[in-house]
């Protein structure tokens, strides 16, 4: 079936209105909780500046089932709540009424995350106005028909949500073979008290930062830069230079040194795979060993990548910036090489099964992901007036 006889089919003769956001749907605005009032666990997540939880808290403001967009920090991203939860004062929310479902929003809004995320004011703090999302035009099929309208919404709801639960049941593996991987991980890199020889980081490795690139960012340059996105994807997030200002080299063990609070990046560590390829970014560490024969470049790997000596650091509430005296007296555990190369061995295996891009669950996760892209702009792609009469926010 086509797209243009699938659409045919689901509207059967309905007509559609374009209609501004905020006319159909007026979106709320969180409340400001302080400091003092988050907990480390409870109740109801809050959201502040970021899909992940500020914190939590006793109450929640928003109810289940209802689509949030955040408009400071990581300002423009969308998200959708099937728990309540605590929406902060830099959150706005939108509820279902009569003539619109707040997951069929939610569908559409994700086809229009380039547009909002286009509208984002760049400064030491990235904001969204609520003016940049309200003038967006909403399809509303069967607008005179509120009753048939939101069964056609729900219709394509279902739909779109079949793949989502489907993706989300594949990352839900992903996550448990991760718990899996760290378990053994930190399970092989324990040792216990006086078994193995300890040495403090700086005894057995080099260390270098790096240096800011922003003005020299160059898309077509040949030097990829080094930053805390590009370790936290493991290199699929891409920012390139034509200038090499802080040279790396095959082996280099690269660090994020600051980040956000609760954030995952922070100590997250990169090994470099080939020389002249890469420069570093600031506040990204750079290790080199000093001696082969004492302690192998790819067991440090793996003892530096998210060490918990270094993760203590974060607090929880404020931007962690890791020092470099911090990071160099952190005590690395040296044992025989014929061990190091067991566990090295053990662990490039859980790491090959866990990330891989081109086979195992991270590809089926992308591939799951491509298909509800697919079915959302065909089930989305209702057709729209001419001229076209968006307002410009």
Not at 34 to 60: C, D, F, H, I, R
């Amino acid at each position: 079936m086509s797209k243009d006889t699938f659409l045919e089919t689901l509207l059967d003769g309905a007509e559609v209105e374009w209609v501004a956001l905020g006319e159909i749907c007026k979106p709320k605005r969180g409340k400001r909780l302080v400091k003092k009032q988050l907990q480390k666990t409870g109740s109801y997540a809050v959201y502040q500046n970021s899909m992940k939880p500020l914190g939590y808290y006793e109450e929640s403001n928003v109810t289940a089932g209802t689509l949030f967009i955040v408009c400071a920090g990581a300002a423009g991203e969308i998200g959708y709540s099937i728990e309540p939860f605590w929406a902060a004062d830099d959150v706005y929310y939108f509820e279902s009424n009569e003539l619109l479902n707040s997951k069929f929003l939610y569908h559409y809004l994700l086809t229009q995350r380039f547009k909002i995320l286009s509208r984002v004011r760049r400064a030491s703090i990235p904001r969204l106005s609520k003016e940049s999302f309200d003038k967006i035009q909403i399809p509303i099929p069967c607008p005179e028909n509120p009753e048939k309208s939101l069964a056609i919404q729900a219709k394509i709801v279902r739909i779109l949500d079949t793949f989502t639960e489907l993706t989300a049941e594949l990352t839900a593996e992903l996550t448990a073979r991760k718990k899996q991987y760290n378990y053994y991980r930190d399970q092989l890199l324990t040792f216990e008290e006086g078994a193995v020889e300890t040495f403090p980081l700086h005894e057995i490795a080099h260390f270098r930062n790096g240096k800011g690139h922003e003005k020299i960012i160059d898309e077509n340059g040949s030097c990829v830069v080094v930053n805390s996105k590009f370790i936290s994807t493991r290199g699929a997030v891409r920012k390139y230079s034509s200038e090499q200002l802080c040279p790396l080299f095959k082996n280099d063990i690269l660090m994020v040194m600051s980040d956000l609070p609760h954030g995952k990046a922070l100590a997250k560590c990169f090994l470099v795979d080939q020389d002249d390829q890469y420069t570093l970014n600031q506040r990204i560490g750079a290790f080199s060993v000093k001696d082969e024969n004492i302690i192998s470049t790819k067991f440090l790997f793996y003892i530096l990548d998210r060490n918990r000596q270094l993760l203590r650091f974060d607090n929880g509430a404020d931007q962690t910036n890791l020092r470099k005296g911090e990071i160099l007296s952190i005590k690395i555990p040296v044992p025989s090489k014929d061990e190091q190369a067991r566990i090295v061995a053990i662990l490039d295996k859980f790491d090959t099964l866990t990330h891989s891009i081109s086979e195992g669950l991270p590809r089926e996760i992308e591939l799951r992901q491509k298909q509800y892209e697919y079915y959302r702009d065909v089930l989305l792609n209702f057709p729209k007036p001419e001229p076209q009469t968006e307002g410009v926010a």
